[in-house]
């Protein structure tokens, strides 16, 4: 178990919705990064927040949108979703702000676009 | 360009058998750090191990060996006598000194383990 914890675990919804994915990091770490895996692209990097902020931003959408909370829990929303969305969003938290130190992944959250 | 390259898609080994996992990285930093994780079937992603461009000793941790080797920009993982819970998808990852860059992964490497 690495901490970190992901809900849903399974997500399900039609074309057109928006959902929320939510994040608890392991207690103490201040970064929270947002990841997609997809058959095709692999793990790709989404956003990374750091005590409240955001601090680096990768291949996010524009209908993607992310935040962390004062309690540092981090939720990632995703509206008018695509088939093409489809995909396990993994969170993983560290507990500097550098990306070059280990990062700890909760379970992900599988979210099926039908 | 950042990049990691694991070559191999899929491989396919007898219990106990050694294996090895390629990765080779491209970076102009030099300065850098290289990392390891594995998906099991379980979907979780589990850190291995974390080694610093400057620390080319080879790290052996019970079945689980590293060898590091700057002149190939290769950091590739052997598995000893490997095992059916072996069996998992395996990342090579790459990250920066600089900025706050996370992790930029390979493509994977799946590990089948046939008993």
């Known amino acids: 178990d690495s901490g970190v914890t992901q809900t849903p675990k399974h997500l399900i919804t039609a074309t057109g919705q928006r959902v929320t994915l939510r994040c608890s990091p392991r207690s103490g770490d201040l970064s929270v990064y947002w990841y997609q895996q997809s058959l095709d692209q692999g793990l790709q990097f989404l956003i990374q927040y750091y005590n409240g902020e955001e601090r680096a931003k990768g291949n996010i959408l524009e209908r993607f949108s992310a935040q962390q909370f004062p309690d540092l829990h981090s939720e990632l929303n995703l509206s008018s979703l695509e088939l093409g969305d489809s995909a396990l969003y993994f969170c993983a938290s560290s507990v500097y702000l550098r990306g070059n130190t280990e990062a700890f992944f909760g379970q992900g959250t599988r979210l099926t676009v039908v | 360009a950042q990049k990691v390259t694991q070559a191999q898609t899929e491989i396919s080994v007898v219990e106990k058998e050694d294996v090895t996992l390629d990765c080779v990285y491209e970076?102009?930093?030099?300065?850098?750090?290289l990392f390891w994780y594995k998906q099991p079937p379980s979907g979780e992603l589990v850190f291995l191990i974390r080694?610093?461009?400057?620390?080319?000793q080879n790290e052996i941790s019970g079945r689980y060996s590293w060898n590091f080797q700057k002149s190939t920009s290769s950091f590739n993982f052997t598995i000893t006598a490997s095992q059916v819970v072996d069996s998992a998808v395996y990342f090579c990852a790459l990250a920066f000194d600089s900025g706050n860059t996370p992790l930029v992964f390979g493509k994977g490497t799946r590990l089948s383990v046939i008993a």
């Open positions: 080694r610093n461009s400057f620390d080319e």
């Open positions: 970076t102009r930093d030099t300065t850098y750090y």
